[in-house]
């Protein structure tokens, strides 16, 4: 159950092998990118089905201290979650 406000974690693996001297550009996005996408079945707060596509683009980043950083964000393609 996730209530007004509140957020969940979606996980996922890759199922195939990406070659190490690929994945630094593929964490910049830059020609190709991770994407995580699916459909969300449920029941609102009246007990009225919905249902909810979503599409989210992964990066990585340096932050502080020069810790690595992921951050997501819904595309503006096959997507319909707010």
């Not at 020069?66 to 503006?76: A, G, L, M, V």
């Amino acid at each position: 159950m996730v209530g007004p406000n509140q957020s969940s974690d979606l996980q996922s693996r890759v199922d195939y092998f990406v070659p190490d001297e690929e994945v630094a550009e593929i964490k910049l996005g830059l020609r190709r990118a991770v994407y995580i996408w699916g459909v969300i079945n449920y029941e609102d707060a009246f007990e009225q089905p919905r249902e909810t596509k979503f599409c989210q683009s992964f990066f990585w980043f340096k932050g502080e201290d020069d810790k690595e950083i992921c951050r997501c964000y819904y595309t503006p393609r096959h997507n319909e979650a707010n």
